[in-house]
């Protein structure tokens, strides 16, 4: 609120949508690659970019939309930061942490779903909320980083937009909001915990 939008252009082109935010700095998966890279959000500078090995990239591993959803970065409580992949679209859906400052990669899991059909995911204070398809908003799958256990039996709902299709979810843990990004709406869920 009462704040102006600014644009910057980025040192490095980038593909996707699922790119974060963390204390000043914006990370996002460099374009026909499978780098990693960081710039300083204020004036789009490349501060450092690292590879990340055997993720797939340039529409390879994507969510089972497409949209370029190949390397997915994502922010949690603690300023934690992590990023979702697969070396290949028939493969398991890989969560790495990160360094945010290096971008090296700090403990890998793998979650036993197939990214390419897997519609979205988000990160809740360690836990991956997976969703079955870009098409209905229907939560199929909890994976919860600290005990490295997946409940497929974990249902729930984001609300579904009569003709939108999830493009994006992502959790702020400052402001405890859940955004979804549809085709056509972006719609806020408060108090996610």
């Not at 949508?17 to 990370?27: E, I, K, V």
């Not at 993720?55 to 994507?62: K, V």
């Amino acid at each position: 609120n009462n704040t102006n939008a600014t644009t910057i252009t980025l040192a490095v082109g980038y593909e996707g949508t699922y790119h974060a935010a963390l204390n000043g700095f914006f990370y996002y998966n460099e374009a026909n690659t499978s780098n990693m890279v960081k710039v300083n959000a204020v004036t789009g500078q490349l501060v450092t970019s690292a590879p990340l090995a055997n993720a797939g990239h340039t529409n390879q591993s994507h969510f089972n939309w497409g949209g370029w959803t190949d390397i997915n970065f994502y922010t949690d409580t603690g300023n934690l930061l992590y990023v979702m992949y697969a070396p290949n679209g028939s493969a398991n859906i890989q969560v790495s942490r990160i360094d945010p400052n290096s971008l090296g990669v700090l403990q890998t899991w793998t979650i036993p779903r197939v990214k390419t059909n897997t519609g979205f995911a988000f990160v809740v204070n360690g836990n991956f909320y997976i969703g079955q398809t870009y098409s209905s908003p229907a939560i199929v799958g909890k994976f919860n980083l600290a005990t490295s256990s997946y409940d497929s039996g974990y249902t729930n709902s984001l609300t579904p937009v009569a003709g939108d299709y999830v493009a994006h979810t992502y959790w702020d843990p400052g402001s405890k909001y859940l955004f979804e990004v549809t085709n056509s709406h972006h719609l806020l869920y408060p108090n996610v915990q």
